[in-house]
């Protein structure tokens, strides 16, 4: 460091020898110090997302999924007996996995959320696709040793050491990037006392993972799985857990069927009653706000009857994101046409899965001007625009982009105001939009690309380069769309 360590600042010569000075906010390392001002510097460096962990903000960084209390608590419990046990008899890697909906990103937020009360919490990083950085590799290693930092000051130095002595670090590979600045630094750091005495004590450290599936990278993500197993059968003793979860997708379950990972499917653990006791709580909180709901059961009592209820409980099999969307459905403020009471009979028939839902909701706007190239422009854009940035990007008024997706809150994110991302509640909208065996007339052709390259194009000559629009035609630039025909 360029400055000088206050002269009551104890420098040890043993590499291993770590000390934070809590009342000036030093940490010591070897024949080095680190200031706190050095987790800022590392943030320049590193530039990670900041909406990645599970600390976002959920309503405009999807996932927007949470456990309601009371529910998964059989998979909690296993993950965090797997995550606090002697790592002398257990896996590292645990990959929860299963298909859309079931839950897999709510079980990541909650064991999170546990770990990080816990202070055994080291980063979680939660993909989604068609957001960005979010959804491909480049920052995900930054990403996790900035939290590595953070959580842990410890392993700061070591951070700070190894891009000091490696100057292209930065521009290596992945696998590279996540030996040298989250392992290593980890493994180094865990020799430290405070460090020792919590995985004596407590256990291990953990990373959550969640949605790997949704990463656009598919070759890194082999890399990565490839290289954290390596390094993990090399270091048999180090302190850290990582928690996976995805789809199961070929070119992860091919790196991930291996003994040294520990295999959980949710699917054998979707619990009828917790699906029953998420739908109560939703219907409950609805009755409590809803004025017509409200008057209804004055009249004819309480809704809905029991029986019907469980009929609903039964129709939706596992799934939360089904369940969530029907229920979305049913209570949808904007259709004005029928009761939530008319609408919950009509769920019943519709096939089990999100297609037909999907199919369903969609109809509502579908006789509107502009409908298609706004849905099309939700399915192919590389990161979530605005209101306002849809329309820009489309050429029409703000207006229009709203009377669209107003009625299609039960399926897609619709913000309070039009600077804020328009969001799909669940990737599996995209998937629907994109196959046209499934959607059929709401299919959205590859060849709308060409569209929204000319549109993007249209924005580098524009005198306002300053717009929503204009933004993203330059980070996501015409050529990548013209790429994706």
């Known amino acids: 460091m360029a400055e000088s360590p206050p002269a009551h600042v104890e420098i040890f010569s043993n590499a291993h020898d770590l000390q934070i000075s809590e009342q000036n906010n030093y940490i010591v390392h070897g024949n080095q110090y680190i200031s706190s001002n050095d987790q800022a510097t590392l943030i320049q460096l ?40 002697t790592l002398l008899w257990n896996t590292h890697v645990l990959w929860l996995h299963g298909y859309v909906g079931c839950g897999k990103s709510a079980i990541a ?3 999170a959320l546990i770990f990080e009360e816990r202070k055994r919490l080291v980063a979680s990083f939660f993909f989604f696709r ?30 700070e050491k190894a891009l000091k002595t490696k100057p292209g670090l930065l521009q290596s590979n992945l696998a590279a990037q996540l030996r040298h600045l989250v392992y290593e630094p980890f493994k180094a750091a865990a020799w430290s006392s405070r460090l020792l005495w919590t995985t004596l004590l407590n256990g291990p450290f953990l990373i959550v993972i969640d949605g790997l599936d949704e990463c656009e990278d598919r070759r890194d993500v082999g890399a990565v799985i490839d290289d954290m197993l390596d390094f993990f059968g090399k270091n048999p003793f180090v302190p850290l ?10 070119h992860i379950q091919g790196h991930l069927y291996r003994y040294q990972v520990r295999l959980e499917n949710l699917v054998n653990r979707c619990s009828r009653d917790d699906i029953d006791r998420f739908m109560c709580a939703c219907f409950e909180a609805e009755k409590q706000r809803n004025p017509v709901i409200k008057a209804y059961i004055r009249t004819h009592g309480d809704w809905p009857a029991k029986r019907d209820r469980d009929k609903l ?5 596992g799934s939360f994101i089904f369940a969530s969307a029907l229920f979305k459905y049913i209570v949808d403020p904007t259709n004005d046409q029928s009761t939530p009471m008319d609408r919950l009979p009509h769920t019943l028939d519709m096939n089990p899965g999100l297609d037909t839902l999907y199919a ?24 979530p625009l605005s209101i306002i940035g849809i329309a820009e990007l489309l050429g029409i008024e703000s207006f229009e982009v709203v009377r669209v997706l107003v009625n299609l809150q039960a399926i897609i994110h619709v913000p309070g105001t039009d600077e804020l991302p328009v969001t799909m509640c669940h990737t599996s909208l995209r998937d629907f939009l994109t196959t046209e065996s499934r959607s059929g007339c709401f299919f959205t052709p590859p060849s709308y690309h060409l569209h ?5 194009s249209t924005f ?17 630039n015409a050529e990548w769309h013209l790429a994706h025909t």
Not at 241 to 250: D, M, Y
Not at 313 to 317: E, N, Q, S, T, Y
Not at 452 to 456: E, H, Q
């Open 460 to 476: 580098h000559i524009d005198q306002y380069p300053d717009t929503a629009a204009a933004l993203y035609s330059t980070s996501c």
């Open 313 to 317: 409980v039964d129709h939706i099999g």
């Open 46 to 85: 590193l530039q990670p997302i900041l909406d990645a962990s599970h600390t976002r903000d959920r309503e405009i960084s999807p996932p927007n999924s949470a456990c309601l209390p009371g529910t998964r608590t059989d998979m909690i419990r296993i993950i965090v007996a797997w995550a606090d046990s």
């Open 109 to 111: 937020l909650e064991i």
């Open 241 to 250: 857990r990582f928690l996976i979860t995805s789809r199961v997708e070929q």
């Open 130 to 159: 068609n957001t960005g950085d979010r959804s491909r590799m480049a920052r995900f290693a930054k990403t996790l040793a900035c939290q590595l930092a953070a959580a842990i000051p410890e392993a700061a130095p070591f951070i």
């Open 360 to 383: 369903k909701t969609l109809s509502r706007s579908q006789h509107l001007p502009y409908f298609s190239d706004v849905i099309s422009t939700l399915a192919l854009t590389f990161e």
């Open 452 to 456: 929204l390259s000319y549109r993007c």
